[in-house]
């Protein structure tokens, strides 16, 4: 059964807004991404049994240039942020991020300055998947918000206009590598710290001294 068979007498009105958010969120390629132990249940989401071609996803590109959707799957480390953020300017606009798993949400088990405590420090996340690692199901389900939240984008001067109220009120979004973490934001001492350390060049001596403090709290 086709579309047309549920169209009465043949015509279908909509917007411009709406026709360009569906196929954004009917035809979303993802990149070949993977950093950790997630990667295997991403690969099994697009495999036969839970089939991500249902939706669209069928192709995972080798090129960031033919891709839309970065689905970091891992933990990601120092060396790796760099890389990460690379394929991510690579990627043509409108790209979407989605963080999956607790060490690529929040850096996880491994509480370390080895590790980047959130993949968010690195590039603007659209949705977060918790679990360790998540199920295939659980990546459906998330993709499936994405396709949601994608659906309700504006366009045009009033998604400018959102996007700029957004920052007004939140700040921009970080993404550069050894940026501040997202957990200081809400801390005005460590955020304050954080500025100090800044100011000196000294801001990854000071990370990496709230992580001994931690260890030795623990």
């Known amino acids: 059964m086709g579309l047309e068979e549920k169209v009465p007498g043949g ?32 690969m099994a ?4 049994r839970y089939d991500t071609g249902r939706f669209g996803m069928e192709v995972f590109r080798a090129s960031p240039r033919q891709a839309d ?18 394929i991510y300017d690579q990627m043509p606009d409108p790209k979407w991020v989605l963080s999956m798993g607790v060490c690529a949400s929040s850096g996880g088990m491994f509480n370390n300055y080895a590790i980047v405590q959130g993949v968010d420090h ?3 996340v659209d949705m977060y998947l918790p679990g360790c690692p998540p199920r295939p199901e ?6 499936l918000k ?8 504006p366009l045009g ?5 959102m996007q700029a109220d957004k920052e007004a009120r939140y700040g921009k979004p970080v993404v550069a590598p050894g940026a501040m973490p997202s957990s200081y934001f809400y801390n005005k001492k460590l955020r304050a710290e954080w500025e100090q350390a800044a100011a000196e060049g000294s801001e990854e001596q000071l990370r990496i001294a709230k992580w001994m403090e931690r260890r030795t709290h623990a």
């Open 69 to 86: 959707l970065m689905i970091v799957a891992g933990r990601v480390s120092q060396k790796m942020a760099p890389v990460l953020r690379q």
């Open 122 to 124: 690195i590039v603007p």
């Open 138 to 143: 659980m990546l459906l389900d998330a993709i």
């Open 146 to 153: 994405l396709h949601d939240k994608i659906m309700h984008m």
């Open 45 to 48: 989401t697009g495999a036969a």
């Open 157 to 161: 001067a009033k998604g400018e206009k």
């Open 11 to 42: 015509v279908l009105l909509t917007t411009v807004q709406g026709l360009v958010n569906w196929t954004r969120k009917a035809s979303f390629w993802p990149a070949t991404f993977g950093l950790a132990c997630c990667a295997i249940e991403m």
